[in-house]
């Protein structure tokens, strides 16, 4: 090899993370490798504009490409991940080898696993905490070979107020017939699979008669219309439910516990994915901001430098959260609120230096996340963080309830 | 000093408001998005049938007061017309109307509109608009000049004035569209206007909002009194505006939830037609930065000097 060419991995090589441990010294090198070797140098520009085939082929391909490389799910534990065993239930990649990994895919700016995302973390987790064997063995594979996820929870009358939803799901025998409609669910045009909760005892309290069930897209009577947004983007869609028809053994828990099976995991979203979005705001999404920000000038300066302090605190909040250390009861609210909000506040900045042909560049690299360099539509996308997901006053009812212990608002209901 | 607007400009301006309610309210910036060429057609009936073309802002206290008026009746529509810039056309040149440039790429929301164009920097050198670029989003599109003189500081502080105040109607809008759509959509079995976390974010915006409402009133008799402050006062005004802008939609879109930013609510129109006010012909960091040159050392006269 040329020595020249040697270079700029060998100075990478030195580059040590100080507060890593001898093994993850050594998985830091592995995962830079494979980065080196397997990230498509020129994916940002490949994919801007491109269509919804391009995309979605892009992306399957992807993450086939993580998964055989053991990356796709590190979360998983090692009996349904493939890989050695493990304890238990434990992942199949130690907590510190998956902050390794995120970091390294954020450093050296992989693609993001947008259409996979519900599948390896909802659907994962839902079918890990309450699903049958059967259902696991149906399902876990297949999200592993490609299987795409969307979550059918929201309404038209129920957003924040989740336990408000209408759509019916009535048992006839061996199934289910549903009718109803879901709003806000993301990418739902690609998917083979939704996650969908329902009303099955209309008379009970409203958060117990919901039941949880697995639905076949493909099913007569599901039709999927995606909605346009300001900035021209499709990717929510409603899903209106006519006389579908599901199975009983679809139902995914016991009936009438829905509820309790999504709170048990919709927790899923706020852990190892938290981290990864904060790795990726700091590289992909900074990085750029500090290369491209006019820096000569002060005051961009000074807000580069706290944008700086504000994204090391994020990172360190969502480190300490995957990793267990004793925190408190609202720390994973803290962490979504957090990230929203400077999220909203980076991409809202950077929109502003970059001057006003910066508002018309309304394409992004797809597979990109919410810091993809095209400002406005990141800026737009910010949104998707302080409205879904439990609404930022949401966030913060559940810190000032569980967190500091403050009574609940008072309520009419 | 004048800080409220005369009752005949007030009565003036709901005169206006249900001129262009009458003549299609939300859809003619709807209609305007469709066919931008349209845009004269569908806005310049009622303009002329409300004497906008009489008014005389440059030299008559009445009219600016009533230019203004107009001004913020059409941001409330959304109107999709140059109006402000129209209103604040230059007496010594042969131009439909005059828009503040700044930056290495000038724009301005006037594509589709056969109109003829002067434009001036904050430093008061005029050109004529002698060629556009492509319609880009908010019918904003890039423009060549032509130099004309360094004469036009005159022209400034009213360009930039009556802008801020379509701007402002834009404001008034979507605070009264999100009380509305809060006071109706029931989350928790109770209408989100009774959280008091809800209530407290549409104050901070309605304090800005009404911020800006003073400033505006001030920054418009400074502009048309010939005071040396007066461009000052008008960046000022620029800066308080778009400020005020962005707390006020932030809080109108993050209260609307994911619906406000799908066009079939009106809040997701109104807040993009409002960015090309925003942003041209110069930004929030950009704005504050004309200003200190203006204002050096010396700062604002103030309201009572």
Redesign the interface.
Known sequence: MNPAEAEPAEAEETHHNPSDSPQQARFRREVRQWCREHIPRDWRVTQSGVDEAEFVRFQKAWFAELHSAGYAVPHWPAEWAGGPPTRGGDPVMSVENQDVLYQELAAHDAPRLVLAFVGIHHAASTLLVAGTEKQRRRHLPAILDGEIWVQGFSEP?????LA?LRTTARRTGDSFVVNGQK??ASGARHADWCLLLARTDPDAPKRKGISYFLMDMSTPGVDVRP????VGDSH?CEIFLDDVVIPADNLIGAENAGWQVAQATLGAERGMTMLELAERLAHAGFRRLVETAPVDDP??ADRLAQFEIEITGLRGMCRRVVEGAAGGPADASIVKLYYSELL?RLT?FAV??S???A??A?TKPMSSGWESGSWVLDF?GS??W???GG???IQ??IIAERGLGLPR?P??? | MILELSDDALEYGRQARQAFDAAGGDELVLQAEKAPGARESLVGPVLAGLGAWELDPRSDADGVEAAAALCRAAGYWAVPYPLAERLAAPTDLDADGVIVVG?E?P?AAVAGLDLRWATVDVAGNRAMVSGHGEI???F?TELELSSVDDAGSGDVALALTLPCWTLLGMLDRAIELTVAHVTLR?????PLA?????QFQLTDAEVERSGLDILAKHALWSATGNRPDAIADALALRLAAIEAA?VVF?VC??LH??VG???ETTL?WL??HS?PLR??PF???AT?EELADVAGRRGLAGLFA
């Open positions: 009358e129920a957003g924040s107020d408000s709003l806000w909605i346009r947004n300001a929510f005051v961009v909203q809202d502003e230096i001057g006003p042909h508002h018309t309304l737009v949104w998707e302080t409205i879904p609404a930022s006053e913060r009812s608002e309520s009419v209901a | 930056g790429r724009a880009q989003p908010g904003v029931k989350q928790f079995g109770q009774s959280f008091q976390g809800v962005d932030r879109h993050q939830g994911a930013f799908c066009d997701s807040s993009r960015q942003r041209l930004g929030l960091s504050r």
